[in-house]
């Protein structure tokens, strides 16, 4: 069994910046693709990022490129997302997810493991 727990959630004034943490417990951390998802009130679970076992490739949606960095340190067994001028449509719950090793994967669907979530909201 895989525990995951986000942090670093809270109120950010548009283009303010936020780092999420999510932090590891259980399982083969350094074995599992990790993936950021996000979800608003009244909207579908929506993808942000993702990043491989090793940490040597990445990926994120279109609304949030060259604005949001993804990266993981096994050590640590921590996951990280920096949110950099963030707007308001960032707005959501943000939600840390892992699944065994196995390439990339943009689908909620395909994650076993899942945080509780850490809200973000992003004021205008």
């Known amino acids: 069994q895989v525990q995951l727990v986000e942090s670093g959630g809270g109120l950010v004034q548009a283009g303010g910046s936020l780092r999420l943490s999510c932090a590891a417990s259980?399982?083969?951390?350094?074995?599992?693709?990790m993936g950021w998802f996000r979800q608003a009130p009244g909207k579908e679970r929506e993808y942000v990022a993702v990043i491989n076992w090793s940490g040597g490739s990445t990926n994120y949606a279109d609304s949030v490129k060259g604005r949001f960095t993804m990266s993981r340190d096994d050590a640590k067994k921590m996951v990280y997302l920096q949110m950099d001028s963030l707007k308001p449509e960032d707005t959501a719950v943000y939600y840390c997810?892992?699944?065994?090793?196995?390439?990339?994967?943009?689908?909620?669907?395909?994650?076993?493991?899942w945080g509780q979530g850490t809200q973000v909201t992003v004021s205008s």
């Open positions: 259980g399982g083969t951390f350094g074995l599992f693709d």
């Open positions: 997810a892992a699944k065994w090793m196995g390439g990339l994967d943009v689908l909620a669907t395909k994650y076993d493991y």
